[in-house]
């Protein structure tokens, strides 16, 4: 079982700059795709972008593209989400997530652990 904390959430005026991160207790996410997910009140759970486990390709929602970035420090254990821009239609939970396979894209059944979420609120 591996388990995934993210960290990094916050309040944040629109136009501003997050950063998210996401700390596995062991080594298995090395070989494994890991991807961010969102959720905002009332609403599913979406893609946000995925990362192989190399560091590439990445893939990101049509939504954030252009103003985060997905990145991974495999020796850290650690995955991260560079926000900037941010609009308050970003609110919501983030989730991080490890892959079944080496990639993943958008499709959560493509994932197998998560972590409890991070809130991130963007004020207008």
Known sequence: QVQ????????VQAGGSLRLSCT?????????????FRQAPGKEREFVASIGWRG???TYADSVKGRFTIS?????????????????????VYYCAVGLR??????????????????????S
């Open 102 to 123: 080496p990639y993943a894209g958008s499709d959560k059944d493509q994932y197998r652990y998560w972590g409890q979420g991070t809130q991130v609120t963007v004020s």
């Open 72 to 92: 991974r420090d495999n020796a850290k254990d650690t995955l991260y989400l560079q926000m900037d821009s941010l609009k308050s239609e970003d609110t919501g």
């Open 56 to 58: 590439s390709p990445t």
């Open 24 to 36: 596995a207790s062991r080594r298995t996410s090395s070989n494994n795709a890991m991807g961010w």
């Open 4 to 11: 995934l904390v993210e960290s990094g959430g916050g309040l």
